[in-house]
């Protein structure tokens, strides 16, 4: 393989917890150092995350800190992109560890296949060993969960598809793209991956490419994190001048349907019946996956915490849609301190 120079940019803000285990993982790829620079930039984290950094940038002079006072995502790309060196582009996220042919199979592929973008798939681990943590890992990585979004679940070969993790691009792409929009908390990169693909770019998933992604260790950071994926969605849509996915509307038209479905269940035994029918075929779904998770996992809790997890995810998926809506027809912004 001809090797290219590698620009790896990695947001962070407090991941004092994951950091470390992050930075060997990068340190141990098997691509070339002296053709890496990791550009980590930091929305003035309030933990130790900076001297974690800076700790290995004296041992490793590809490591270097860049400074975030924006404090959000979208910010941080940019400001690697400025800074960036590399013939290659590539997004890497601080809550992740990485296998070590990460970089030089996704270089890879990035030419062989004459792509514009390539990613992995996410192996979802739970942050801690706790029936919670491990039900919001299961329901984060199962398609009852997030729908048909494949790095998220799994795929079995090489397929176009409409965004992936992070993401590794050429770094002309830039050129006609521009940067990531700094509108967006959240959902930047499929509102970019959309861009790239309304220009006629090609992104590819190479499943043999394993992520391990740690997912939220509480139910309150993740229906926050879902909130903001539903509230930014409608945003992302009115950019591209449409929806980039189905999947992304199947959590507002279940809220929907349980307003809707609730108040007509109270003027007709009909309705009434269908309403009970699919709410028990939901629990069922719910238990179903919570009892397989529990025989792997040997967790019995699982049975009864999937079914919550489940509703938790979409019903703070759907309400976030719709006050993106809201914001949207409103032409409001939300604001955000920091960027995670």
Not at 301 to 319: A, E, K, Q, R, W
Request: net charge neutral; glycine share 8%; with cysteine.
């Amino acid at each position: 393989m001809n090797i290219k120079n590698v620009s790896v940019i990695c947001p962070v803000f407090n991941e004092e917890a994951f950091i470390e285990a992050c930075i060997i993982s990068i340190i141990e790829q098997d691509y070339p150092q002296d053709a890496m620079e990791i550009l980590f930039v930091d929305g003035r984290s309030t933990d130790h995350t900076v001297d974690i950094i800076r700790r290995y940038m004296e041992q490793y002079p590809f490591i270097k800190l860049l400074d975030n006072p924006e404090r959000i995502v979208p910010h941080a790309l940019n400001r690697g992109l400025q800074a960036a060196k590399g013939e290659v582009i590539m997004r890497l996220d601080g809550h992740c560890t990485y296998p070590t042919n990460y970089i030089s199979e996704l270089v890879k592929y990035l030419y062989l296949l004459n792509a514009d973008n390539v990613g992995g798939v996410w192996s979802t681990q739970p942050a801690k060993d706790t029936p919670v943590c491990q039900a919001i890992a299961l329901a984060s990585s199962h398609p009852f969960g997030v729908g048909g979004s494949m790095h998220k679940i799994g795929a079995s070969k090489i397929m176009e598809t409409d965004t992936v993790p992070f993401g590794c691009y050429k770094r002309e792409i830039f050129e006609k793209t521009g940067p990531f929009d700094t509108d967006l908390v959240r959902n930047q990169d499929d509102e970019f991956n959309g861009r790239l693909q309304n220009l006629g770019g090609k992104i590819y998933l190479i499943p043999q490419v394993v992520i391990n992604y740690t997912a939220r260790d509480t139910l309150c950071k993740m229906r926050k994190m879902y909130y903001q994926y539903g509230l930014y969605k409608p945003l992302v849509n009115k950019k591209l001048g449409a929806p980039t996915t189905v999947r992304q509307f199947f959590p507002l038209f279940f809220l929907l349907g349980l307003v809707f479905g609730g108040i007509g269940s109270l003027l007709s035994p009909f309705i009434l019946q269908v309403y009970t029918t699919i709410l028990l075929l939901y629990l069922f779904v719910g238990i179903v996956v919570g009892s397989m998770g529990a025989i792997r996992a040997h967790q019995p809790l699982l049975v009864l915490l999937m079914p919550y997890v489940f509703f938790s995810i979409h019903m703070s998926y759907g309400i976030g849609y719709i006050v993106g809506i809201f914001n949207v027809i409103c032409k409001k912004t939300t604001q955000v301190t920091h960027s995670r």
